[in-house]
């Protein structure tokens, strides 16, 4: 095998990444811009980093649109952090939050919140393994909960808010880890955003937080330091040192991304790559697709052929043919191709190819 084989790479996270942002971070791996040192060895107070967080920050700001009135916090833990430090720095007023839950991510997230306060799930759609975006009305939202909390793309069963969810005048939070930047958003409809990066970004390590600035510094006193978002608010996301190389890798998709149209081209793109896969699917005898249509993801398009044997078979074969990944979540079984902006169209023109012919040769008759 040839030592620069890249394979078709379609895994949900972490995931695929520019292969101009891998090359020019392998071009300045020993030497960033004539400092003689590395991104990983440099000191995250050097001026060089400095302007690395910060063109990063600002390139973020520019994509997404995101109002002054907001800070853009680039934090270590994970998404799985945030489920517990949305609870701990939002839910200070009344003490209540209403939760969605759409997904193992946002049960998960609930789970978390229930540990810090009066927590309810106004819907859910565990009734039918998630396969739908669960709704609700505004009036089942409690009057005086300090904030509703939705996932908005949920990475296991491919399903994403097609519309932004109606809370009235309540604060909406969300999960966009495995949709951030896929689309254009209103970042002024949401209080908090939170996004890992491992999904549409850049490596794992980096949670950037995208909040609004009254909403803090109000978490209780006996806060964990790192848990309080006003600490990384005051200090530049700098309190402690950041997770440098994958802000730098996220910084130069940022750029990546500026240069190629910014989200609005992204999205077209997206939009074309999951229509196809989606059309394919739906035109199938084999291959069902398993997410309401009307709550599909761009992102994670996800499918089964009904027979978990041919769904492993499905996925072995795909992976001799240089397409990897493909297996569902451990949870559910069956095929996810995860469709983010780093996955060029090609690959996708590939996958319906080899489903063409999968479904030629094994198709009951
Ligand atoms: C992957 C994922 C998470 C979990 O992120 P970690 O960084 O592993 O904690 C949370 N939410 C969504 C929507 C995800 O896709």
Known sequence: MNDNYRAMNFSAGPSILP??????????????????????????????????????????????????????????????????????????????????????????????????????????????????????????IRDDVDYVYVCYNNTIYGTHYNEYPDVGDHLLVTDMSSSILSEEIDVSKFGLIFAGAQKNIAPAGLTIVIVRKDLIGKAPENTPVYLDYEMHAKKDSMYNTPPCWSIYVAGEVFKYLIS???????????????????????????????????????????????????????VSEAKSKGMINLSGHRSVGGMRASLYNALPEEYVDALIEFMKEFESVNIRK
């Not at 392998?26 to 001026?47: F, I, K, Q, T």
């Not at 084999?286 to 009904?306: C, H, P, Q």
């Open 19 to 140: 292969e101009e942002v891998l090359k020019k971070c392998d071009a300045e791996m020993l030497n960033y811009e004539g400092s003689g040192e590395s991104v990983m060895e440099m000191s995250h107070r050097s001026p060089e980093f400095k302007k690395i967080c910060k063109d990063a920050e600002t390139n973020l700001r520019t994509l997404m649109n995101i109002p002054e009135d907001y800070y853009v916090l680039f934090l270590q833990g994970g998404g799985t952090l945030q489920f517990s430090m949305i609870p701990i720095n939002l839910m200070t007023g009344s003490g209540k939050a209403d939760y969605v839950v759409a997904g193992q991510w946002g049960k998960k997230a609930y789970d978390e919140a229930v540990k810090f306060g009066d927590v309810r799930k106004i819907a859910s759609s565990e009734d039918k393994t998630y396969s739908y975006i669960p709704k609700f009305n505004k009036e089942d």
């Open 260 to 314: 190629n149209g910014g989200i609005k081209a992204m999205h077209e793109k997206n939009v074309r790559k999951a229509e196809k896969l989606y059309d394919y699917i739906d035109s199938s005898d084999m291959f069902i697709g398993t997410a309401a249509k009307e709550d599909r993801s761009l992102m994670n398009v996800t499918f089964v052929t009904g027979d978990p044997d041919l769904d492993k078979k499905f």
